[in-house]
C-alpha cells in the first residue's frame, strides 16, 4: 500500500497533468499560413492550394473548381498572397463563436488573447453586409429598441428617433385628443400631423398601427 508521501506525490503529479492538459494551447500562426499558400500559389500545387481552403469553400469549388481559378487568375491570386505575406501587411484575427438560441458572437485576437468584439447588446461594428444582417437579426430577436438604433445609419436612426420623440410629445395629453370610435375601431388624431389608430380586441383597445 503507497505510503502517504507517495501518494502526496501521486496527487500532486496529477494535478500537474491536468493543469497542462487544461492549459491554453498555442495558437497557430495564420502568417504561416499566408506563407503556405503563397508557395502553392506559386508552384500552381492544385492538392496544396485545395488542401488550405476552409470546408464550405472546398464545397464551393471542388477540386476543379481551384483547378481553374489557377490556371485563369494565378497571377491575381498570386499578387494577392504575396500581399499577404509581405512586412507591412496588417493581421486581423477573427472567429465567430455560435451558442445556444442560434446566436453568436465575434471575438478578435488582441495581444494574444481573444476579447468578445460584438455579442448580445455590445455594439457589431460590423465589417461586412453579412454581419450587420445578423446583428439586425440578434436585435429584433431581442426585441432590443437601443440594439436597433445601433445597426442603422445616422441619418435613419436619427429620424426614428425624432419620430418617436415627437409621438411621444403629442401623447402627452391624451384626453385633449381628437377620438373618433367607429365599432372595433378608434382613430386619434394627434398635434403634429401625427395619428394612431386603435382596434378592440378580446374586451381591450389596442394600438393597431401609428405614423
Known sequence: MPNPATRRHGARLAALT???ACAPKPLPDPRAAAQRWAEAVRAADENATYGMLTDSSRRALGREGVARLLRQNQKELLRRAQSATASNAWLDTTARVSYAGDRSARVVLEEGRFRVAAAGALPALATTPTDALRELREVLARRSFDGLLRVLTRDTAQNLESSLRDLVAALEE??????????????????????????REDGVWRVKYFD
Do not use: F, W
Open 174 to 199: 391624451p384626453s385633449t385628443l381628437e377620438i373618433v370610435v367607429e365599432g372595433r375601431r378608434a382613430l386619434a388624431r394627434l398635434p403634429g400631423g401625427h395619428t394612431v389608430t386603435l382596434e
Open 18 to 20: 491536468l493543469a497542462l
